[in-house]
Each structure stands twice: as structure tokens, then as C-alpha cells.
Nanobody, 115 residues
Framework: QVQLVESGGGVVQAGGSLRLSCQAS????????MGWYRQAPGKQRELVAT???????NYQTSVKGRFTISRDNAKNTVYLQMNSLKPEDTAVYYC?????????WGQGTQVTVAS
């Protein structure tokens, strides 16, 4: 079993920055891909960024150049540095971790960007 705990959400003005963290814990052999998804009110959950265990990254087009995903394998932690935030980035951000072919999700952290 894998538990994922996110932190770092909050309220920020447009143009500001936030850094999200997500640490995996529990009894598992290893964590493969990790990533961040988000869900805005009334919308479906969407991919923001993913990173594999060998640091290959993938981003949603709308966040390219503004967000950076990274990970520390020794700490089983994934980060999302978010710069130049826009009101449309407002959502609950969820951490994803994949272990032995199974997806695990964090509880979500709210990010609110005020205009």
C-alpha cells in the first residue's frame, strides 16, 4: 500500500508562485511514475505533469514553461514548482504515484489564484 500526502497549496495572486510537494509512504517496493493532476469546479480531472523514475517529464500544454515537475527518489517525493500562476490554474491538485502497476492518489491540495 502507498500513501501520498500533498502539501504546499494556498492562495496566491496572479503572477505569483507556489511549490507543491507530495511524499509517498507505506509498504511498497518502489514508486514508478509520479505526477500531478488537477480538478477545477465543474470540470474533469486533468493531467498537469508527470515524471518517470528516470526523470522523463511530460506537461500539459497550458503549463509548459511555467510549471516544473521534479522528484527526489531517495525521499519518494515529487514536487511541482508553479510560476506565473493564472486564475485558470485554480483547482484542487492531486498527486499520483504508480507502484507495481497500480495508481495511488493523494487527498488533494487546494490552489487558488486570485486575479
Amino acid at each position: 500500500q502507498v500513501q501520498l500526502v500533498e502539501s504546499g497549496g494556498g492562495v496566491v495572486q496572479a503572477g505569483g508562485s507556489l511549490r507543491l510537494s507530495c511524499q509517498a509512504s507505506g509498504r511498497f517496493f518502489n514508486i514508478g511514475a509520479m505526477g500531478w493532476y488537477r480538478q477545477a469546479p465543474g470540470k474533469q480531472r486533468e493531467l498537469v505533469a508527470t515524471i518517470t523514475s528516470i526523470y522523463t517529464t511530460n506537461y500539459q500544454t497550458s503549463v509548459k514553461g511555467r510549471f516544473t515537475i521534479s522528484r527526489d527518489n531517495a525521499k519518494n517525493t515529487v514536487y511541482l514548482q508553479m510560476n506565473s500562476l493564472k486564475p485558470e490554474d485554480t483547482a484542487v491538485y492531486y498527486c499520483l504515484g504508480v507502484s507495481v502497476g497500480k495508481n495511488y492518489w493523494g487527498q488533494g491540495t487546494q490552489v487558488t489564484v486570485a486575479s
